[in-house]
């Protein structure tokens, strides 16, 4: 009885302690987990902190290159090629140059641009290195632009000096362009300052034109005041243009707006952009700008003309109706560019459109319209040719239309001439001995 009360006390015994001797798989799987979480978080912030390291202290190259070997083995085991690039690019974020070796080994050449544009903005030079062996490429405009781009975002000075001695024209012309767009593009006051100081080429006029975008944006009442002071010359005018083509596709009252701020002497470039601007939307409203800038300033009687014939490029029923408003000069050009809107016309509907002009003015429109359609429906040109009343002047438009016609069909061009009605014999003679001296591929014969 003993014995039996003996084993009865050890089994219970076993039974409450097993647990606690030998966990289960459930209890030792969940206890495996947190430990090999906490190793890999371990890892990672020791990983993290040794990558910030590693960009304030320089490592060796044999560690360098150790390094790479195994970022690259990583970049092979990817999903995707997107998730490489990636990589790369977070890595040009630490240090451009290790990116750069990368993708050049892994042959990622279409990263270089992007790559050096951080660095240029991190200010790493030592990639100034690596730039070299590319020296005597037709890479190497481009990859040293996006560097020096990158650089003159937060460091123009420094942009504008190194290149004086990377590159020689006019390889440097093109690349201070883009250094100054980017400087503009974050401080265009300051690149507009800098621009006053340069001597006035076609490269600084151009510079002066990309900068006013970005002037006009971040300042417009400077800019405004920055152009009145300025005199009235080539570059001036340039900077007005840019200024009201700018303000005219936002919002035209403030283009009209910021016209009427600047000193009026200024303003003739820009009114005729305003009025055709208009023209598009509301003819009617356009004349009545040009009309009061003409009245209330005096506008250069060249501007007001010129803007007449802008609003007849885009609204040509109505300046034709109203053509004997104006003086002769203003006519003929208003007709030209009215012509010229109805090109797409059909020969009928043109006809409709001018039949109400004197007859003079409808010489000019058929002259007009003959030598627009000399090169593709000379036919046509020929027939408009004939219907010019000044005998000289017809003369001349059918001989600039035949002289052109005979270059791709020599043939259909002496026949029309033979078949005229409004030529006299000897013209036909002398516009056909003229056709027969060129030499075309229509008319050469093959042996």
Known sequence: MKWLIVVVLSWGIGFISY????????????DNRRIITSTIQNNAAESLSNTNSSITSSKAPSQKAHDREAF???LNIEETPYMSIFRIMQLAEQDPLEALLVAEETEHEDLYGLILEIAGKMQFSNIMSWLEQFKSTQQYESLLDSYLRGLASVNPQQALSDIEFLAAEPMK????????????????????????LQPETQSTLKMYLNTMYYYIEQSPNEAANL?????LN??????????????VEKNTQEAVDWLDSIAVEQRASGVFIISRKMAETDPEAALVFLNNQKQAYDLNQDYFNSALAEI??????????????YDTNVQRDIIINASYALAEKSESDFFQVINSLSDDNKDIAFNQRAAQLSQTDPQQAFNVSERINDV???FESIMSTVNVWSSFD??????????????TASQKVEISNQIQLQLTSSNIIYP
């Open 19 to 30: 647990p606690l001797i030998w966990p289960n798989e459930t209890t030792l799987a969940a």
């Open 72 to 74: 690259k083995a990583s």
């Open 173 to 196: 012309s093109s690349i201070m362009m883009s250094i100054v767009d980017s400087w503009a593009s974050n401080d265009a006051i300051a690149a507009f300052e800098w621009l006053k």
């Open 227 to 231: 152009i009145s002071s300025l005199p």
């Open 234 to 247: 080539e570059s001036t005018n340039y900077l007005i243009t840019s200024m009201v083509y700018q303000l």
């Open 312 to 325: 007849a490029s885009v609204e040509p029923n109505m300046m034709l109706a109203r053509i004997d408003n």
């Open 392 to 394: 000289t002047t017809r």
């Open 410 to 423: 020599k043939r259909a061009a002496l026949s029309a001439i033979d078949n005229s009605t409004q030529l």
